[in-house]
């Protein structure tokens, strides 16, 4: 029997696949990581695996001249998407999903920080299983929507929280695999400037990310168990 091969592309060390992982595995996928700090990451060719996840980082995706690991990474991501390569994208990884689709990734209105839940557009997709539920969100930034793809959910203050294309190719502005993480006290030390200017206090987050996290997680894995599911190719 052929290996499924799935590879997680980490942008900084505490955002990880978390939660995701364990639908991912469940869908017969063998799961492989690096980190675009790896010396090695410019020669992986991401249209290799069969399945590709990227996830967030506190980075912008016009940071290139801070980050030139960016402007390697859309390259080879624009290749496997144009090939309708199986992507999924959280956070960051949707914003470079856009960018790699044509789409501008630009700084947004105010920081989106905390337990909400997200407008489902389209009844029938594997959001449906979210719908409701407090997810977290943590980002500044934003995109337009790119061409040929189908809107999937907004919030009050970002209208472009997902996207598909097709069956292969979904773009997660939220956090639905994070709930459980001992990671998450990671992204609070790390995020402490942006919450301080957000004006939202640590202990807050920690009570949201208790009283909301196990129910994000399980609608979350549900989410993404359903998308791998659909999967052609």
Known sequence: MTVKRALIIR????EGVAAYR?????AGYE???IDV???AFPRIDLAEPDLLIMMGGPMGVYEQD??????CQL?????RLAADRPTLGVCFGAQMMAAALGAPVFAGPQPEIGFHPVAIHVPNSPLRHIADVPVLHWHG?????????????????????AFRRGPNLLALQFHAEMGEDPRFEAWIEEGGETLARAGIHAPHLRAAHAAH????????QAMIAEWLSGLSG
């Open 11 to 14: 942008h900084v060390p505490y």
């Open 75 to 79: 390259r080879r991501l624009a290749r």
């Open 213 to 220: 996290g196990p129910r994000a997680v399980s609608a979350g």
């Open 31 to 33: 799961i492989d990581r």
């Open 37 to 39: 700090a790896d010396p």
């Open 66 to 71: 801070r980050h030139p690991w960016i402007a």
């Open 22 to 26: 364990a639908p991912i595995e469940a």
């Open 141 to 161: 930034d934003t995109f337009a929507l790119p061409e040929e793809v189908e809107l999937l959910a907004s919030s009050p203050l970002y209208p472009h929280q």
